[in-house]
C-alpha cells in the first residue's frame, strides 16, 4: 500500500497502472503520480521498472537450484527410494557405509576430494534419494548436485540412517 497525498490529506491505497484520478486531485511533488491536462496518472516508466525488476526476480527464481530438490522426512523418503529408477546415495564416509546402509545404496563421500567427480560421471536426468546420519551433509550433497545440474533430487532432511531404521528398514553391512 502506497500512502499519498490527497487533497492535503494522507490517504493509502493502491493505484493501479493507468488508473485517472479525476480532476482537482492534489498531489504532493515526490509521490508516484503526475499531473497531465488536469488529472493524475501513474508514472508508468516507473512502474515499469518495478515491473521488470519483479519479473526479472521471478524468471531467476524459476531456474534456481532448489527447485530441483524436494525435502523429505523419513516415510516420504522411504515411498521414493523404493520406486523404480531411484539411485539412492548414502554421502557419509566408507566408514559409516560399512556400519550400515540401505539395500542398493551407493556410498559417494561427501568429506572425500572427490565428490565432484563422482557425481558429475552420474545421469542428471535421473532421480537420486540422498541420506547421511544426520541431514547435514545429505542437504549440502543435495545442494551441490542441484548446482551442478541435477533435475530431481530428493533429500533426507533433518534426519538420518538412524530414523530410516527405527521407521523399519533393515540396514545391511557389505
Known amino acids: 500500500m502506497r500512502v499519498v497525498r490527497v487533497c492535503g490529506y494522507r490517504v493509502g491505497f493502491v493505484i493501479p ?10 498531489s ?9 491536462k488536469g488529472k493524475t496518472k501513474v508514472k508508468i516508466k ?13 524468471v531467476a527464481g ?4 532448489s527447485s ?3 525435502n523429505v522426512d523419513s516415510a516420504a523418503f522411504i515411498s521414493a527410494a523404493a520406486k523404480p529408477g531411484v539411485v539412492i546415495v548414502d554421502v557419509r564416509t566408507p566408514v559409516e557405509f560399512a556400519s550400515g546402509h540401505l539395500p ?22 535421473a532421480t537420486y ?5 544426520s541431514g547435514r551433509r545429505s542437504t549440502l550433497a543435495s545442494d551441490e548436485m542441484a548446482a551442478a545440474g541435477f533435475t530431481s533430487v530428493v533429500n533426507l532432511a533433518g534426519a ?3 530414523d530410516l531404521a527405527s521407521s523399519g528398514v533393515t540396514l545391511v553391512a557389505p
Open 17 to 26: 497502472i493507468g488508473a485517472m484520478i479525476p480532476r482537482g486531485v492534489y
Open 28 to 36: 504532493e511533488p515526490g509521490n508516484r503520480c503526475s499531473v497531465t
Open 46 to 58: 516507473e512502474a515499469l521498472v518495478v515491473l521488470s525488476v519483479t519479473a526479472a526476480l521471478l
Open 62 to 65: 524459476c531456474g534456481s537450484a
Open 68 to 70: 530441483a530438490i524436494t
Open 104 to 125: 542398493g545404496a551407493v556410498n559417494i563421500n561427501l568429506e572425500g576430494p572427490d565428490f565432484a567427480a563422482n557425481i558429475a560421471n552420474l545421469d542428471k536426468g
Open 129 to 133: 534419494a540422498v541420506y547421511c546420519r
Open 160 to 162: 538420518g540412517v538412524a
